[in-house]
């Protein structure tokens, strides 16, 4: 049996408990926030509810394996709803796309070109799944395992960008449109980020888009009552201060108040960036992880508005993303030259669900712009004095400039900007994903789950395979494999 010591209490490190406490090791989960969740967050307020992160799940089975590999399964404890339609989309030109909630009206609904388009998404993923996606990243190892089959390297084609494979099979606009959007999944440009993210739209419209009733929210503590349950110890309001390390491996970690909480395994989800530089010794022997990090471009991070308004909106989908005329300004605006974006995508997530209005004649709006990460001196200062609110409006001016205008109806809203999002996750510059997709190395970049220093592990989006739930649970399948069970 281990003495296992999970930093953060992020959707990746409650699931990592859950299977560490499961496999029978002593196990502590520590948390610098109130609550648990991380980025799986909820704000309540007059009656409103809101998830303030990830909207929906896909690939349920990674949850239900979680679920079934540590007590009783996901449908006893959770009540997943699959959504149809997935999404609606409106484009610049005024055209609207319902995207249906299960693959074959997909096909059907977004033509032919989109279905060929898919059926190579769906070679990658078969390429891809097991021996990148559920396996450690092993550096030249893993390069090696995906190179076996000439055949299977043309299919996941690293040379070529997203936005590059796109324009091999989509001659619709729109259609290339809708595919750049699954770049921004990552925080990522597409056109510097991997075709392999092809699989994105192929895993989200295969496999369902899903939502947990009574708000996201509930996965995180269905999950940290799993940990509980099987023996783990959780803390909140305990921030971590330091990864101690003594003999050339962890030892433990040193708490805010000045306490030291020893250990045989720390296992980290926190942003990989804020775990080197921050809370490892400058002379912990992590150079190279270090270097790596340097190298990768930061992900992009995201300005949210929660809108508790009066009334319904006729015909709301669960999910809405109004597109701009330029997208690829949009991208610069990000990448290139950080900025507020003038004209940006706009996401709303209105759940049609009781538990997050005060009453049947009410709406509470999660909207969402792509926005640069807080980088005062260098790029864009969200704590500038009136910054947040200015800009709040223009989302606002942008929602009625598409035909969504809420502006009379809202009856509070609550503004969070990159910088707030950093402060409370502890993501440099809020970048939700930690780094991005853009490069062709980009994905062999990401921190590996099993860290150079010995007895330290990383878990979360920042990490091994990446962001996105589906993504951080299998982050924490991989973790609890290096342990292996007590």
Request: overall charge neutral; hydrophobic content about 45%; glycine content about 10%.
């Amino acid at each position: 049996m281990a003495r296992v010591v999970v930093v953060g209490a992020g959707l990746g490190g409650l699931a990592a408990a859950a299977r560490l406490a499961a496999g029978g090791h002593r196990v502590t989960v520590l948390e610098q926030a109130p609550e648990v969740g991380g980025k799986l967050g909820w704000f309540a307020r007059d009656g409103h509810g809101f998830d303030t992160g990830p909207s929906l799940v896909t690939l349920p089975q990674v949850f239900r394996d979680l679920f079934a590999a540590t007590g009783a399964p996901l449908d006893d404890v959770l009540d997943l709803v699959r959504l149809d339609p997935a999404v609606s989309y409106r484009f610049a030109d005024g055209t609207r796309l319902a995207v249906p909630g299960d693959l074959e009206r997909v096909r059907a609904a977004l033509g032919p070109e989109w279905a060929a388009f898919l059926d190579r998404a769906a070679e990658m993923w078969r390429v891809t799944e097991q021996p990148f996606l559920r396996s450690p990243l092993e550096g030249a190892r893993t390069l090696a395992r995906l190179a076996r089959s000439t055949a299977d390297v043309g299919t996941v084609a690293p040379w070529s960008s997203l936005r590059g494979l796109g324009t091999r099979y989509l001659t619709d606009p729109r259609l290339r449109v809708l595919l750049d959007r699954y770049a921004t999944y990552s925080g990522s440009d597409p056109r510097r980020a991997p075709a392999a993210l092809a699989t994105v739209p192929y895993v989200e419209q295969a496999f369902g888009s899903w939502y947990v009733r009574g708000g996201l929210r509930r996965l995180a503590l269905a999950v940290a009552d799993r940990a509980v349950e099987r023996g783990a110890e959780v803390r909140t309001s305990t921030a971590v201060t330091r990864v101690l390390v003594e003999g050339g491996r962890t030892t433990g970690v040193q708490l805010a108040d000045g306490s030291r909480l020893p250990a045989d395994v720390v296992v980290a989800n926190a942003d990989a960036t804020a775990l080197y530089d921050r809370l490892l010794p400058r002379d912990a022997p992590v150079r190279r992880a270090r270097a790596a990090l340097s190298r990768a471009t930061p992900s992009s991070s995201g300005f949210v508005l929660l809108l508790a308004l009066r009334g319904r909106t006729p015909d709301a989908a669960h999910h809405t993303v109004l597109f701009p005329a330029d997208y690829d300004a949009e991208f610069d605006g990000l990448f290139t030259h950080p900025r507020p974006l003038a004209d940006p995508t706009v996401y709303v997530s209105s759940p049609d669900d009781p538990a997050t209005r005060p009453d049947a004649d009410s709406e509470s709006w999660f909207v969402l712009v792509n926005a640069p990460r807080h980088e005062p001196g260098r790029g864009v200062d969200w704590d500038a004095p009136g910054l947040a609110d200015s800009y709040a409006d223009r989302v606002l001016q942008v929602l009625a400039d598409r035909g969504l205008d809420v502006r009379d109806r809202v009856r509070w809203r609550e503004v969070r900007t990159p910088a707030d999002l950093g402060r409370a996750t502890g993501s440099v510059g809020g970048s939700i994903y930690g780094t991005s997709s853009n490069g062709a190395r980009a994905a062999f970049l990401r921190p590996a789950n099993a860290s150079p220093l010995p007895g330290l592990f990383l878990v979360g989006g920042s990490a091994h395979p990446g962001g996105g739930l589906p993504l951080v649970a299998l982050s924490a399948e991989i973790v609890a494999g290096l342990v292996g069970p007590a």
